[in-house]
């Protein structure tokens, strides 16, 4: 088994906290033009690769696309939600006012600033979606179809260990359950095989400055909503 072994060559000067990454990171929907070099990737994924799973069995996978590969997907992704619809699952009725909040947010005045009657303003910010928001690095993220929601978590700590760590080195990421309504696509442009189940995608790259929707600000229930203690 290799060892990861992250150098830290691309960590700023002054090294964020972990507290300050965790804090920092959010979703960013608009980026640079600037190409992320390969070995900064690298080193957050030697981090990432760090993260716990069920008898270790590392089960995350990660197809990342940039350059012509990342512009063909766009392409496909684009062509495909012009002729139909994504198919996504939608959400259970007791989580659906979480999404109308967050839906304010994102697209009402601290946001994308769209008024509700501007329909196909909203449709073309939704598009944006499928061209991975502008990043010019696109992802899939899958795990082996035979395995079951437990080690989807273990995913799930290696997509925000790598989050953070990306954080970190001032990259910012989002994760796009949006671009699964078109599996077909993303199978054939990411080369996935069939065996492999299409857990989400995700967008990074360099974050534009000064973009009210990069920094909106999504709240989070308060801890005692979602955890119980039980002491005696
Ligand atoms: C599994 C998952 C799927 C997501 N899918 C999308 C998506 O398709 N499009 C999008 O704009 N944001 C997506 N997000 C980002 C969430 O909207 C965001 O994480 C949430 O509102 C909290 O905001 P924050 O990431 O800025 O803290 C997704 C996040 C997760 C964890």
């Known amino acids: 088994?290799?060892?990861?072994?992250?150098?830290?060559?691309?960590?700023?000067?002054?090294?964020?906290?972990?507290?300050?990454?965790?804090?920092?990171?959010?979703?960013?929907?608009?980026?640079?033009?600037?190409?992320?070099?390969?070995?900064?990737?690298?080193?957050?994924?030697?981090?990432?690769?760090?993260?716990?799973?069920?008898?270790?069995?590392?089960?995350?996978?990660?197809?990342?696309?940039?350059?012509?590969?990342?512009?063909?997907?766009?392409?496909?992704?684009?062509?495909?939600?012009?002729?139909?619809?994504?198919?996504?699952p939608p959400l259970p009725e007791q989580f659906k006012h979480f999404r109308s909040e967050f839906g304010h947010l994102l697209y009402g005045e601290q946001g994308y600033n769209i008024p509700r009657s501007a329909k196909e303003e909203h449709k073309a910010a939704t598009l944006r979606n499928y061209e991975f928001f502008g990043a010019p690095v696109a992802g899939v993220i899958a795990m082996d179809s035979s395995l079951t929601v437990v080690d989807a978590m273990s995913v799930g700590m290696f997509v925000q260990t790598f989050m953070l760590a990306l954080t970190e080195r001032g990259l910012g990421s989002c994760l796009q359950v949006s671009v699964t309504g078109y599996p077909e696509v993303l199978r054939e442009g990411f080369g996935l095989p069939e065996d492999q189940a299409i857990l989400c995608g995700i967008a990074v790259g360099w974050p534009a400055e000064h973009n009210r929707v990069n920094e909106i600000v999504v709240p989070r229930e308060e801890v005692g909503r979602v955890v119980t203690m039980l002491n005696d």
């Open 1 to 88: 088994m290799t060892n990861p072994t992250p150098n830290s060559k691309h960590l700023p000067d002054l090294v964020p906290s972990l507290e300050d990454c965790i804090r920092h990171r959010h979703s960013i929907r608009f980026y640079k033009p600037d190409p992320v070099p390969q070995d900064l990737l690298y080193e957050c994924l030697s981090l990432a690769q760090l993260a716990p799973s069920n008898s270790n069995i590392q089960n995350w996978r990660l197809t990342l696309a940039s350059g012509p590969a990342r512009d063909r997907i766009v392409s496909a992704l684009q062509q495909a939600s012009q002729a139909h619809g994504p198919n996504v």
